[in-house]
Structures are given as C-alpha cells and as structure tokens.
C-alpha cells in the first residue's frame, strides 16, 4: 500500500514536498516513481528513484528532486518553482524494476492533488 500526501494550493513560483508512505516489507527493494495526471491529460512521468538511480522527466530538472528515506519506508518530492503546468493529480507508484512508465509499475496510491495559481 502506498499513501500520498503533501498536495495542496500554492501560487506559482511557490513549493510543496510530497510524500510517499509504503506498507511493504522490504522497502529498499522497490524502486518508486512519482507520475502526474492533469485533466483531460495522460499520466505522465514526473521522476523516480530506486536504490542506486534517479531520474527526472525533463520539464522538472533543476526544479524537483526526489529523495528517499528507506528506514521510514517514505519517498519525497520535493517541488520548487511551481508553475500552473504543474497542476495535476500526483500518485506514487512501486516497482521492483526500473523505469518511466506507468505500465512498469505494480503498486499505486490513492493520488494528492497539486494546484498552481497563477
């Protein structure tokens, strides 16, 4: 199981961190992405982190960083300089492999939502 918080109202230039609680007994195995589905959009990658990788979907190089802390089983994005694009439902997901999309993942969270005012 996989729960989100952290969402909310920010205005644009504003930050937010969210965060990724896992209920799984070895944590550190599973590599756990971050994707975003604005409406009338495609869930997209937003960044994902695993044991040894991270990577991010260009549109938030410099801007977004994603961390782990293994003994709170907890994933955070980190989320600087929002912007109105970056509005969307954001959700968590669980992967004992590797990669950027979501077809690739096995678990999921429920989604919180991050909303830029311009």
């Known amino acids: 199981q996989l729960v989100e918080s952290g969402g909310g109202l920010v205005q644009a230039g504003g930050s937010l961190r969210l965060s990724c609680a896992a209920s799984v007994r070895t944590f550190s195995n599973y590599a756990i992405g971050w994707f975003r589905q604005a409406p009338g959009k495609e869930r997209e990658f937003v960044a994902a982190?695993?044991?040894?990788?991270?990577t991010y979907e260009d549109s938030v190089k410099g801007r977004f960083t994603i961390s782990r802390d293994n003994a709170k089983k907890t994933v955070y994005l980190q989320m600087n300089s929002l912007n109105p694009e970056d509005t969307a439902v954001y959700y968590c997901a669980a992967t004992t492999g590797w990669g950027t999309h979501a077809d690739g993942y096995d678990y999921w969270g429920q989604g919180t939502q991050v909303t830029v005012s311009s």
């Open positions: 982190i695993s044991w040894r990788s991270i």
